[in-house]
């Protein structure tokens, strides 16, 4: 049943996303989310072998986790009206006017990297080499990101081409 339903789910995302730019970079974010849970339960499992159940900072984690998580049906939307404006099944990004689409896909790209650095900073709190401040920074620059190419992308297709 997984089996198959991974299946659907990819010939869903073949569909709806493309094989291209705005599939990897809607790839790309989804990575960087499941890395940043992936951080956030070893956070968990320390806290709970140090102090006997989860800590303070795993706390304080959860909700930049849930809203970070909750951004990525906004990525899947902006890169399925990008691949809807622009098809790509390649490396290379569509041209549109102004070079709009380049900004989009700049900003989806960004977002995706400051994810996987808010996933890193996730990784330094485990150690005990970071603070939980600093990952709410870099959760706020992927908020930052999405919105931006959001905008550029609403911005766009209200322009009269």
Do not use: C
């Amino acid at each position: 049943m997984g089996f198959f339903g991974a299946g659907r789910q990819a010939r869903r995302d073949d569909a709806e996303l493309g094989k291209g730019v705005w599939r990897r970079a809607h790839d790309r974010f989804r990575r960087g989310l499941d890395r940043f849970h992936q951080m956030l339960e070893g956070v968990e499992e320390e806290a709970s072998h140090a102090e006997g159940g989860p800590g303070q900072h795993y706390s304080a984690l959860v909700p930049v986790a849930d809203a970070l998580a909750d951004l990525l049906p906004q990525v899947r939307s902006i890169a399925a009206r990008a691949q809807s404006i622009a098809p790509s099944e390649g490396m290379e990004i569509p041209t549109g006017t102004g070079g709009y689409l380049n900004d989009v896909h700049r900003e989806l790209s960004r977002a995706g990297n400051a994810l996987a650095a808010a996933a890193e900073a996730v990784a330094m709190v485990r150690l005990g080499a970071g603070d939980v401040s600093g990952v709410v920074r870099r959760a706020a620059i992927v908020h930052e990101h999405v919105t931006r190419a959001g905008e550029l992308l609403g911005e766009s297709r209200q322009d009269p081409a």
